[in-house]
């Protein structure tokens, strides 16, 4: 069928691959959220948080239930939320935030994934003091009417920066940021003015950025990139500019 095909082939299992690990993360969410606050959105922000992420990433309502009674149900795994820190290649900070249900499993499969490819693990507090955890919002720009606005009025809430962005599909989105502990009150304040966001989540923002050659640069991709491959694996933020 020709090199166009094995082309297209290889792109849709890549997005295939991509949203199926979606799909397992955010599974984990919220069976870390039902847990935490009962399986019943209106009741328990942190669910309704996660279910709007899963909207998102267009994730079935069948899966989407499934892990919600999965979470109810009797034996089901316990996952614990841990972050790792270390150092890929080139001295760049990594934090890898997992959600597992087997510790030692976990930190054993990191530990192989920085090795193999030039990085080390740390100790808690190595390189955190290099990031803000915040509270991350994306949502549409139909959604405000006035920028200047909603900015000032968002700023009573905990909003301590807010731009523009894009989704991994291309759409536009504005980005709202707030310190983690503002959290809890930034989403009620959007959900008071009927804002739907099209993802909410904390990110670690990394306080400065370290430039390095496309040669470098790709040694620490290779390594961001496995660890966000290995199932237990969230997300890996870093400070490569």
């Known amino acids: 069928m020709g090199r166009i095909f094995e082309t297209r ?13 979606q ?16 399986p019943n959105p209106d ?4 669910l309704r948080r996660v279910l709007q992420n899963a909207r998102s990433v267009n994730m079935p309502k069948d899966k989407i239930q499934s892990a919600i ?13 841990i972050v790792y820190e270390g150092y890929a290649p080139h001295g760049i900070a990594l934090m890898v935030e997992t959600a ?11 530990r192989m994934h920085f090795k193999k490819l030039g990085g080390n693990v740390g100790t808690s507090g190595s ?15 139909e959604d405000v009417e006035d920028r ?17 962005g894009t989704t991994d599909d291309g759409d536009p ?11 809890g009150t930034m989403q009620s304040a959007l959900e008071d003015k009927g804002i739907e966001p099209v993802s909410s989540e904390s990110e670690y923002v990394p306080q400065n950025v370290t430039e390095l050659d496309d040669e470098q640069a790709e040694e620490v991709l290779k390594l961001v990139d496995k660890l966000e491959q290995d199932d237990d694996v969230q997300k890996v933020f870093h400070n490569l500019a």
């Open 9 to 21: 082939k290889a792109t849709m299992f890549a997005r295939w691959d991509k949203m199926a690990k």
């Open 23 to 38: 799909f397992t993360r955010i599974g984990k969410d919220i069976n870390i959220a039902v847990k935490a606050g009962g």
């Open 43 to 46: 009741n328990n922000p942190q």
């Open 69 to 81: 009674d999965k979470a109810m149900g009797v034996g089901d795994a316990d996952y614990e939320e």
């Open 100 to 110: 597992t249900d087997n510790s030692t499993r976990t930190i054993a499969n990191l």
């Open 127 to 141: 390189v955190a003091f290099m990031f803000d955890r915040l509270g991350v919002f994306r949502i549409k720009p």
């Open 148 to 164: 200047d606005e909603f900015e000032l009025e968002m700023i009573d809430y905990g909003l301590e920066d807010m731009g523009d």
């Open 173 to 183: 989105v504005i980005i709202v940021r707030c310190a983690f502990n503002d959290f």
